[in-house]
Every structure is written in structure tokens, then in C-alpha cells.
């Protein structure tokens, strides 16, 4: 079966896993891993344009990957400045937009200053939008679009009645972009671990024992092919769907 480039999915998610198992595999640290996976991003970010995708989301670092060592931490955001300024331009060259979202502020500031200055350089891109999500966590983010509706009722702006589906995907941080309609997961764990978790309702799941550095344009397209052969019904039958086609 081949890509059928008319029915690429909008907006990807995937959870870029299994960089430390990969290192281990080849007698290396953790870090190493990491390292590799940056060519992963490298090359799924390009496949990403050519297919015609318009939105990219990486699960760059979590909430909960703060607990790791110290060291795969402060090696894990050195990585992630160094990336974003030595890839910047590749970006540019490519129309990609950079954008981010997750608890930005709990970034040290040097990472944070850079992923800001990518940001501004990279703005008028229109080909795909990257998004990295960088210290978030779904619930996180849920939690803040709560506080910020409870507020906006305080304050007399909101009309409880009026908080429904649309209200919430607004006020999440996620705003700007389309629900991914796949999500991708490797190194063979499944679970969405606090991704997206609203976003996600009605996505395709793909899941791959492949480890992520090892995840590759080949690979990529083949989780899109897979896409492509389900059917996607939004919970209605089978046969409204073929009604709805013809
Ligand atoms: C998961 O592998 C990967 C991460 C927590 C970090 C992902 C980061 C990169 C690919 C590099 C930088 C990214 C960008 C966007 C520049 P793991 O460490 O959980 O692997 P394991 O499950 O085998 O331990």
C-alpha cells in the first residue's frame, strides 16, 4: 500500500520513547540515546513537510520527567538549546513554524530564552508547525484552564451555563490548533502517559515496538499508512459512514 498524500492526517502527536533502552542496546548511557533521538526529530520534522502535515507535536520532556537524575535532566535541556538554536535555521529554510506549549516558565531560563528566540525567528512560517511540549502534562494543563474558567465565572465573564466543549478546548493550550487525528507512540509501551489527554478523544492510536532513534521517515509513513486503512466513525456505524462517503 502506498501513502495516499490526499488523506495525510492534519495534525500528528507523537510520544517520542524508548531513547535510553536504544543506548542501552548499544552498550551506552542514557544521554547517548537522547543524542540520537535528536535525528529522529530531524528527519520526522522533514518527512512531516513533505507529506503535507501541517501540525507536529512532540512529547519533548513531561511534568513527571522532571524526577529523573539530575544529570539526564540538566543533559536532557542542554540538549534541547542546543537543538533548537543549531536547528533554527534548518527550520526556516524549511517553512517551519516553532511553537511550544507545557509550563514554559519552569524551564531554566537559558532553554527558555532560546526556544523563545526560535519561536520569533521561525513566526511567519506556514508550512507545518511544530509544537514541542516541553514540561507539560495533560491534567497540568486542565487543572490551569479550570482556574482560569472558575475565574472568568468570579469575575461575572463566563456564565457557568455557558461552559461547554468548545469553551474548554479554548482556554487549553492547545488553543490555536486542530485535535491530532493520530497519535503515535514507540518503543512498544501503551499508554498516553498524560498527552494530550482531551485532545486524544476521538485520535487514531499507532503504537511500535520500534525505539525512537530507530523511528525513521520509513517508519513514519508506515504509521500513516496504517491511518489511512482504518475507518474512522466518531462513534456512528459503519454503514452511516459509507452513506455519508457516497
Ligand atoms: C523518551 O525516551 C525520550 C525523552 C524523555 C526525551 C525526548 C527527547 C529527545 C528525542 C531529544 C530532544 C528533542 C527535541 C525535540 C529537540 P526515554 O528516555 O524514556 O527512553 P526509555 O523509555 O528507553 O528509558
Known amino acids: 500500500m502506498s501513502l495516499d498524500k490526499d488523506k495525510v492526517p492534519q495534525h500528528i502527536a507523537i510520544i517520542m520513547d524508548g531513547n535510553g533502552r536504544w543506548a542501552k542496546q548499544q552498550g551506552e548511557d542514557r544521554i547517548f540515546g537522547h543524542h540520537e533521538g535528536v535525528n529522529s526529530v530531524r528527519e520526522i520534522v522533514e518527512a512531516a513537510a513533505e507529506v503535507g502535515v501541517k501540525y507536529l507535536t512532540l512529547y519533548a520532556f513531561s511534568t513527571e520527567n522532571w524526577n529523573r537524575p539530575k544529570e539526564e535532566v540538566d543533559a536532557l535541556m542542554e540538549l534541547l538549546v542546543a537543538t533548537i538554536s543549531m536547528e533554527t535555521p534548518q527550520l526556516n529554510k524549511n517553512g517551519v513554524k516553532l511553537e511550544a506549549i507545557g509550563n514554559l516558565k519552569s524551564l531554566p531560563q537559558g532553554c527558555y530564552d532560546e526556544l523563545q528566540q526560535s519561536i520569533e525567528i521561525t513566526k511567519n512560517n506556514t ?36 461552559i461547554d466543549e468548545n469553551s474548554i478546548a479554548q482556554h487549553l493550550c492547545t488553543k490555536k490548533y486542530p485535535d491530532p487525528e493520530l497519535m503515535i507512540r514507540t518503543s ?17 492510536f ?3 515496538d520500534t525505539l525512537w532513534p530507530d523511528f525513521r521517515k520509513k517508519e513514519f509513513f508506515d504509521a500513516i499508512k496504517s491511518y489511512q486503512s482504518r475507518e474512522r466513525r466518531f462513534g456512528k456505524t459503519s454503514e452511516q459512514i459509507k452513506n455519508e462517503i457516497k
Open 188 to 204: 512498544g509501551e501503551h499508554r498516553i502517559s498524560n498527552f494530550l489527554l482531551w485532545q486524544l478523544a476521538y485520535a487514531e
Open 127 to 162: 508550512r507545518l508547525t511544530l509544537v514541542l511540549a516541553l514540561s507539560y502534562s495533560s491534567k497540568w494543563e486542565i487543572i490551569e484552564a479550570v482556574k482560569q474558567l472558575a475565574t472568568e465565572v468570579k469575575e461575572g465573564k463566563t456564565a457557568i451555563d455557558a
Open 206 to 208: 499507532y503504537f511500535t
